[in-house]
Each structure stands twice: as structure tokens, then as C-alpha cells.
């Protein structure tokens, strides 16, 4: 064992595994580990790094940003934070409708989005939370609540409550929807179960239903969203719009950032003194999702990601491989489903062959690399993923 391994094991809290290699530096879809060693990043840190690693915009952004003016509180407005509030209308289609709040991560998005679900609460009359089995929407005790997996929630609990998870099925919507549904929160795309789609229709049919009974749509799009799927927002796959929406990961391009983005009526939901971040929405923040989601938009990498996410999908099912089964997800973020419980042991072997994966479960590798990759990238990536599907075969 080398001496950061001890370090971890000494002082990082065990809530994390010790990892198994140490980074030092990255560029564009590749980083390197303090051996020298070099990997195509195939995760961009949980689909996070949408413009790759040390982009020069990303740079730029944050240089200049904290050159002028970093952080000055809520009390104050600044250019940026307007700007990404003005830019995330636009992106969503919400034209003149909507308004956002900014936090700091996924899991700070959604206690606003919660907090939000507890506002519709049409004088007391609803009481109840939709979410889907299996879902995940972050690790704080309100998204926690929101989170579809027992063993994530057990050690927790007592829970916020009022929350039922339900399967991921119309004919289950349609039997738990009624009048006392204040809100159903939904993923396009299950990304930490497993990178698992929706049934078709459900966004649509979800939409009708919310509707209909008064409940707000809430739609997490922490993983899917700034561009990941070949559109700028999962739902925008639906044609439809959601009353909310949540964002991070992505839309900051590696620097942190997350926010709720609402539309319509539930922008009258928050009143004065309601909810507030001390670090969020500050120019630092704001200006640098600005110019990642900027540069996303310059150099048509939602098209590119919606391209190179179908040829992926063709150059692994190309393979041949008969530990791969099938392909899940859109765009670039994919699920390869394996025919036995052997995920970690192929992102071990990816790491070997200088490649990183993930194993978001025993049987699935996720997939969420740059959206700036191109043919060179996927060549390489099919040749690496060749040998660590025969190594763990
Ligand atoms: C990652 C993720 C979250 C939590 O985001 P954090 O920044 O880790 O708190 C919530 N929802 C979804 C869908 C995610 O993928």
C-alpha cells in the first residue's frame, strides 16, 4: 500500500470507500494519476466535467470571475447571477414564466424542490410526496426522504415524511395520484440506479396526471441535464414542461453549483424569507456555469452528445461481447447491462487498460463521459472497454 492510502484510511471519513487511484491532473477527456499514468475519463466525475478537464473557457471563467468579484451574499445582485437565471429560461423553453434559485450541489437543489412541494399545499388539504422506487435524489435528510433505496435511508431515519415511493409505471401513477398530492418528483433517466429510462410515456402521461389533480411536476434533472442527453433537459425528450426543475453536476462544469428552476404557478410558490444559501448563486458560481453552459451551446455539444451517444451505444454493442447485454440511457449517459454481477471487477479492469468507468450497480457499467468527446476518444474507449470486458470475463 502506498502512503496516500494510509493517509485515507487515517483521516477521510469512512462514509467513502478508499479509492484506488490518486489523481493529479487532467485535459480534455483524459487524466493522469501520480504514477504517470494516463486514463480516458469515461465518467467525468459522475457526469459533472462537461466540457472535459482544464477547458480553457472553464479556466478563463473562473480566473477572471475571481479576479473581480467572488462572493458578496444574497443581499446583493450581481450580473452573472442574473444572467444564469435569464440564460436557464431560454435552455428550459420556459419563456417569460419562470425563476431560479441557486444552492451548491444535487442534494441542496432538491430540499429546495421539497420545501417547494411542501408550499402546494392548498391549505393543509395535501399532505403526500410521490417518488419512484429505486430513485435517487441526494444524501441530505430532505432528499434523503426523496430517495428510493432502503439501505441508503434505514441508518436515518426518522425521515421527513409523507413520502411513498411507487413503482416506476404508469398504471402506478395513475392508482397513487389523487387530490392530497402536493408533488412527484421524477428522474428522466434513473442514473445512480443504474442508468434505467423511464417507461415510454411516462413523462407525458405524469404531466396529465399532475395536471389534473393540482400536484407539481418536479423533475430532477441533476444528472441529465446541461445537454447529457442529446437535448438540454431530459424532459425536453417528453415535449413536455414540468412545474420544477432541479440542476447541478453538469451545469458547472466542475465548479459547484445546483439550483431549482421553477415555471408557471410554482413561481409564486416561495415567498420572501422562505429559504436562502450563503455561498449560492455567487458570481464565482454563476459566471462559471455561464460560460461552460455558453460554450455547450457555441460549439453544439448537445447535438454532439446526442451523436456520439448513439454511436457509443453501436460501438459497444459492436463488441460483441457476450458478458454486454444491452445498452440503456440517451445521449452520453449509458448503462451497459452485464449478463453476470461482475461490474466492479470490469472497472478495475478499465482502470488497468486506462479507463474509467463506473459500476453504478453489481450489473451495470455507467457511462457519462465529456460531451466534448469525438471519434479519436471513442476509438480508444472501445479498444480499452474490449480488454477490460475480456479481463473480467
Ligand atoms: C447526483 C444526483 C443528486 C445529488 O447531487 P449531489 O450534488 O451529490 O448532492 C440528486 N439527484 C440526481 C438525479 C443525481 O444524479
Not at 409523507?162 to 433517466?189: K, N, Q, R, S, Y
Not at 457511462?367 to 479481463?391: K, N, V, Y
Amino acid at each position: 500500500m502506498t502512503a496516500w492510502q494510509d493517509r485515507f484510511d487515517d483521516r477521510i471519513m469512512r462514509s467513502m470507500g478508499r479509492p484506488l487511484r490518486l489523481l493529479v491532473r487532467g485535459e480534455g477527456a483524459r487524466v493522469w494519476d501520480d504514477e504517470g499514468r494516463e486514463y480516458l475519463d469515461f465518467l467525468a466525475g459522475i457526469a459533472v466535467n462537461s466540457l472535459g478537464h482544464a477547458h480553457p473557457v472553464f479556466v478563463e471563467a473562473v480566473s477572471k470571475q475571481a479576479a473581480t468579484l467572488a462572493h458578496v451574499s444574497n443581499y446583493f445582485a450581481t450580473e452573472p447571477n442574473l444572467e444564469l437565471a435569464e440564460r436557464l429560461m431560454r435552455l428550459t423553453g420556459a419563456g417569460e414564466s419562470g425563476r431560479a434559485w441557486f444552492g451548491n450541489s444535487g442534494a441542496e437543489a432538491n430540499e429546495a424542490a421539497f420545501k417547494l412541494a411542501r408550499l402546494n399545499n392548498s391549505g393543509g388539504a395535501r399532505t403526500r410526496v410521490l417518488a419512484l422506487v429505486d430513485a435517487f435524489h441526494g444524501r441530505t435528510m430532505g432528499s434523503l426522504a426523496l430517495t428510493g433505496k432502503p439501505h441508503m435511508r434505514q441508518p436515518f431515519e426518522p425521515l421527513s415524511g409523507g413520502v411513498e415511493h411507487i413503482p416506476a409505471t404508469i398504471e402506478a401513477l395513475e392508482a397513487a395520484m389523487d387530490d392530497a398530492v402536493a408533488a412527484l418528483f421524477v428522474e428522466p433517466i434513473q442514473g445512480e440506479a443504474g442508468v434505467v429510462d423511464l417507461p415510454d410515456g411516462y413523462l407525458a402521461a405524469a404531466r396529465d396526471l399532475t395536471r389534473r389533480h393540482g400536484a407539481l411536476l418536479i423533475v430532477d434533472e441533476i444528472q441529465t441535464g446541461a445537454g447529457r442527453t442529446g437535448e438540454w433537459f431530459g424532459f425536453q425528450h417528453a415535449g413536455i414542461l414540468p412545474d420544477a426543475t432541479t440542476i447541478a453536476k453538469g451545469i458547472g462544469g466542475g465548479f459547484p453549483i445546483g439550483g431549482l428552476v421553477t415555471f408557471g404557478r410554482a413561481s409564486d410558490l416561495y415567498q420572501k424569507g422562505m429559504h436562502g444559501s450563503t455561498f449560492g448563486g455567487n458570481p464565482l458560481a454563476t459566471a462559471t456555469a455561464n460560460a461552460v453552459l455558453g460554450e455547450i451551446e457555441r460549439a453544439g455539444l448537445v447535438e454532439n452528445a446526442a451523436r456520439r451517444g448513439e454511436q457509443l451505444r453501436e460501438r459497444i454493442l459492436g463488441l460483441g461481447s457476450p458478458l454486454v447485454t444491452a445498452v440503456r440511457g440517451r445521449g452520453l449517459l449509458r448503462g451497459v447491462a452485464l449478463a453476470e454481477p461482475v461490474a466492479e471487477r470490469v472497472s478495475i479492469a478499465a482502470l488497468d487498460a486506462g479507463l474509467i468507468v463506473n459500476a453504478a450497480n453489481d450489473r451495470t457499467i455507467r457511462l457519462a463521459p465529456p460531451l466534448i468527446i469525438g471519434d479519436a476518444e471513442l476509438d480508444e474507449f472501445a479498444e480499452r472497454f474490449r480488454a477490460a470486458l475480456d479481463a473480467a470475463a
